[in-house]
């Protein structure tokens, strides 16, 4: 099951990453398809080589903005429900998967939401 809804995921992303291509704007993807396949990468028996291939084929900027896991704001609710120690381990394996694909990691800091816009912009020489 968990299969399929990350093959779903997987597919949503690529269609927004060709929507994306279309326009001459500047666009932000929150998560991406290297998220979706570093998740089952982890699990028995792994990724699909279809999915792996995904990761090739569809690729982002080289300059991959991440925020860690922040104790500060880290709450759980209904909706999130795994422990910060496991935000921590999954922020571990997404670092390792982006420099494994060749993603430039830029972390941002830990300041204002303005000033880690203006961060961004600055990054991009916007």
């Known amino acids: 099951m968990i299969y399929k809804f990350v093959e779903l995921c997987v597919s949503r992303s690529m269609?927004?990453?060709i929507s994306a291509a279309a326009t001459t704007s500047h666009v932000f993807f929150d998560r991406s398809i290297v998220d979706n396949v570093s998740g089952l990468k982890r699990l028995p028996?792994?990724?699909p080589p279809d999915l792996l291939k995904a990761l090739e084929?569809?690729?982002y900027s080289r300059k991959v903005f991440i925020a860690p896991p922040w104790p500060e704001l880290f709450r759980?609710?209904?909706e999130r429900l795994h422990s910060y120690a496991d935000a921590l381990a999954e922020y571990d394996a997404l670092l390792t998967a982006y420099e494994g694909l060749g993603y430039?990691?830029?972390l941002l800091p830990?300041?204002?939401?303005?000033?880690r816009v203006d961060f961004i912009l600055q990054e991009l020489g916007l």
């Open 15 to 17: 269609h927004n990453m």
């Open 45 to 47: 028996p792994g990724a």
């Open 57 to 59: 084929t569809f690729r």
């Open 76 to 78: 759980n609710d209904r």
């Open 104 to 106: 430039e990691l830029l």
């Open 110 to 115: 830990k300041t204002s939401i303005r000033e």
